[in-house]
C-alpha cells in the first residue's frame, strides 16, 4: 500500500535535469540530500534548475539581501533518531555563521521545542544567541503549543504579534507574513488559519502594490503535499486566494522535516529541512514520525534553507544545505517500522482496557466498553501525541513517549476523540449501559 502511495507521488515529481519546469506540478529536490535548487521568476514564468552542493556559495552574489530559513529543532528530543538535537542545531548555526554573505535574518519555521518546556525554549535561546544573524523571526508548530494553548510561546516569542502569534513585517521592500496554523486544530483535520487571521491577512495584504514581493511563512505547509499524515492546511486556499495579485509569492513551511518544493503560477511553496531529525517521505512508511539513519549519516538530512532575494530582478534563489554536505545522495526510506496490528475495532468486557497509540494511530481506533470501564491510551510512538474529547469531556497532557493517560467511563454514550497536535488521529469510545 505504501509504494503505491509513493508512485502517486512520484507520478507527480518533476524532472531537475532540464531548466524547464512545469509550473503547476511538484519539484522534489533531492530531498534527503539537500541538493540545492534556484529559482529565477522571469517575466512572471518561474524557471528551476538543480545546481550542484557549493554552488551556493556564489548564489549570494549580488542578491540585495539574504535570509536563512531553520526549521523542526525539537528541543528536548532525544530518541534514537538523533540523541543530541542541540548539538545539531548548533551545527546549523556554525554554518550559517559561516557562510560568506552574512544573513540579514533569520526565520524559524515553528516545532523549536518537543515538550514546550521553559528548559527546552531556554537552551533554543541560548544556541541562537551564538548565530551572527541578531535577529530570529519565529512561528510556532504544533511542538510549541503543547501545554498551555500557545500562552508561553506567546509570551516568550510573540511580542507585538496579532492572535496566536502572527504578525507581519517589511524588510528592504519584501513584505514577510508569519501565520499560525498549528491552534484550534479540528478532529479529523489538517492545519488550520482560522476565520480571525484570515480576515487579519486579507486586511494586512489589501492597499500593498502587486509589485511589492510577498513571503508567507508557517509551520505546517500552506499546501496539500500528504493529508493522511496531516501534511497541509485546511484553509490555505482561502490564505492564497489573497496573494494571488501580487507578481512574487514565496511560501516557506516546516513540519515534513524535509525539502519539497512546488511551482504554481507565479507563488513558490518550499519546505525546509529539520535541524532535528529526517522524517520518511510521503506515503513511504506507515506514518510520519522520527526516521533513523545511521548516525554517520544523520548531517547529510539535516539542513539550513538559503534564501538569497534580489528584489531588482523579481528574483530568488533558495538554497538548501544539508549540515553535511561531504558525501553523495542518500535515498530516503521509512524508518523500518512494520505495520503493526491495526486492528480497527474492538470489543471489551473489562473494566479497564488498553489502547495503543502507536505509527500516528489509536488501535483500536473504535472500541465498545461497558459503562464504568477504565480506558488506558499509552503512547509507543517517538513523537507526543494527546488524547482530546472532540466534545470537550476529557482531555490529557502531551503524552511522550510511553506515557499514559486514563479515563473511566460512566456514562453510556458514543465519545469520539482525536490528538491536538495532529487531528487526522481520531478514535471514538461507546460506552453501552
Ligand atoms: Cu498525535
Redesign the pocket.
Known sequence: MANKKQDFIDQRLQDLNNDGVDRRGFLKCMAWAGTGLVWTMSGGIPVSRAFAQGAGHTAGKGADFTFVQISDSHIGFNKPANPDVTATLQTAINKINAMPHKPDFLIHTGDLSQLSKPSEFDTLDQVLRGASPKQTYFVPGEHDVLTDNGEQYLQRYGKNTKGAGWYSFDHKGVHFVGLVNVVNLKAGGLGSLGHEQLEWLEDDLKGRSASTPIVLFAHIPLWTIYPDWGWGTDDSEQALSYVKRFGSVTVLNGHIHQVMQKIEGKVSFHTAMSTAFPQPAPGSAPSAGPMKVPADQLQRVLGITDVNYLVSGSSLAVIDSPLDSSSSPMSGNGGGTDMAAMASGGTSTDSATEVKIDN?AFTPGAITIKRGTQVTWINHDD????VDSTQGKFKSAALDTDQKFEFRFAEPGEYPYY?R??PK?TGSIIVQS
Open positions: 500516528f513523537i507526543p501525541h494527546t490528538c497536535m495532529h488521529m
